[in-house]
């Protein structure tokens, strides 16, 4: 399974941040070689007012994180 470098992560995002600006990066790694090692990533679920209820405003680049 892929292992993240932190358990949690958490971003602050002031009210007036520029669209398309970047909030957080985060990084996980598998250790399966080839495309059983590839990682996507994607937004959901959450809490205190983030995650799905966060979705409409946030986007995730699923190759990079």
Do not use: K
């Amino acid at each position: 399974a892929p292992v993240f470098e932190e358990a949690a992560y958490s971003a602050y995002v002031a009210e007036n941040n520029a669209a398309g600006a970047a909030v957080a990066r985060v990084q996980a790694r598998d250790a399966d070689a080839g495309a059983n090692g590839r990682v996507s990533y994607w937004l959901a679920g959450g809490s205190a007012g983030c995650g799905a209820g966060a979705a409409p405003y946030v986007s995730v680049e699923a190759r990079s994180g």
